[in-house]
């Protein structure tokens, strides 16, 4: 194990520590994809398979690596997810999505989502209202929220950690922006910290996920693992935790499938990896890396804050609970 810190550098020293010194097979990593980008470099250089749980920048897997694979979707089908909940909610709801604030910080993960969610909104005929660009972590974020209320977006987009996360909802509160739908890109949005610290400011936010926990309504075996993760841990399942739960058992089943703790016949196995979505817990088509390294089944769903809890609201025809659409005032 190696924390770093959500420093790039750290993650860089610590990844070349774990390949020389403890002679790992295999990283799984590693969070803020800022930090997975140096790390999957060093993995690189040594040959060793680098599995990337959860971090979501699509630049990660077009870099022409050999040893790099990530299990969970980028945020281009995230995004992608996104506006076609846009189209849906027009088409199947009455509900016209026309213009977007985004909100994003200024490592890979926030510029990298930007980036894409700016094009979609270009190629979708929807305006991009207002355009704010944050330094990750900071101290304040007031003047930024006030150019996000000046905007008059209806619909606010941003791309945060859970800090930011925090922050940017206290700051609404406290300077009575109300746009009337948060679309976010899970990250901070998806976190239980989250919930507990901005208590009932966070429902009706929408947020794009990987998991949901109400898929036990209809897969049972959600609800068993959950269980078995909620005696360990103390906490229910999470968008993150779950992904991160789905790598390790991605890259045990590797293992297991090579017979072997060579990281040559490990990253051979990952190669061939075939998972139908109905033997893991995530709401995927399977498990299969393409020529990048890249899960090309991992479907993306939309969850939303309803009374204190994540609901799959999206995609609609397997959604658990119909979407509430404007947030509820609060």
């Known amino acids: ?9 750290k993650g860089r020293a610590e990844a070349e520590r774990l390949i020389t010194e403890n002679k790992v097979s295999a990283i799984i990593g590693a969070y803020h994809s800022a930090v997975a980008a140096v790390v999957s470099q060093v993995a690189e250089r040594y040959q060793v398979p680098f599995l990337a749980a959860d971090s979501s920048s699509p630049s990660l897997h077009r870099r022409n690596l050999k040893w790099f694979f990530r299990t969970s979707a980028h945020d281009e089908m995230f995004s992608q997810a996104m506006f076609d909940f846009y189209k849906d909610m027009k088409e199947k709801k009455n509900i016209t999505v026309d213009q977007v604030a985004m909100f994003y910080e200024d490592t890979i993960f926030g510029t990298d989502s930007s980036n894409i969610q700016r094009k979609l909104a270009g190629e979708r005929g929807i305006k991009v209202a207002g355009d704010i660009k944050y330094r ?19 619909v606010l987009m941003p791309s945060s950690y859970t800090t930011d996360a925090i922050l940017l909802l206290k700051t609404m509160g406290e300077l009575g922006y109300k746009p009337q739908g948060i679309v976010a890109q899970a990250a901070g949005f998806a976190e239980q910290a989250f919930l507990q610290a901005v208590g009932d400011k966070a429902e009706g936010i929408i947020s794009r996920s990987s998991f949901s926990l109400d898929l036990s309504e209809k897969r049972p075996m959600v609800a068993k693992v959950n269980e078995m993760y909620k005696k360990r841990s103390g906490k229910d399942l999470n968008d993150n935790s779950a992904r991160q739960l789905m790598a390790v058992l991605v890259m045990a089943d590797a293992i297991d499938r090579a017979g072997s703790i060579k990281n ?5 196995a990952l190669q061939k ?14 498990v299969r890396f393409d020529e990048n390294g890249q899960n ?35």
């Open 1 to 9: 194990f190696a924390d770093h810190q959500a420093d790039p550098q």
């Open 273 to 286: 990896t075939d998972i139908p979505g109905d033997k893991t817990i995530m709401p995927w088509a399977n």
């Open 264 to 268: 040559e016949d490990i990253r051979g």
């Open 136 to 154: 990750a972590n900071s101290p304040s974020l007031t003047s930024e929220v006030q150019q996000l209320k000046s905007s008059g977006a209806p």
């Open 296 to 330: 090309t089944g991992a479907t993306p769903v939309l969850i939303q804050v309803q009374d204190g809890v994540y609901r799959s609201v999206w995609p609609f025809e397997t959604a658990s609970r119909p979407v509430v659409w404007p947030i509820p005032a609060r």
